[in-house]
């Protein structure tokens, strides 16, 4: 179970296609995900030096959500 939602979380922060594909950034960029700037910033605007810092970032967010999880999930089982 414990697999099951942390994947699930990381699948979840790197979602890109779907919002992509359906709106395209949506009116007034309403849609726009981190992914989704992050993608526009490299190869829309070439800044491919603060692409690379917001990667770093998500990277952050993403283990600092997986840490919490399995702290939780470890207080859970004791």
């Given at each position: ?16 296609e ?18 989704f ?10 800044d ?26 470890r207080?859970?089982?004791?």
């Open positions: 179970m414990i697999f099951a939602i942390v994947t699930t979380v990381i699948f979840t922060l790197r979602s890109f779907q919002p992509y594909v359906m709106t395209g950034g949506g009116p007034l960029n309403s849609t726009n995900l981190l992914v700037y992050i993608y526009h910033q490299a190869f829309a605007q070439f491919f030096g603060y692409a690379a810092a917001t990667t770093t970032i998500l990277l952050a967010v993403t283990l600092v959500l997986v840490y919490v999880q399995l702290q939780i999930s207080e859970e089982d004791a």
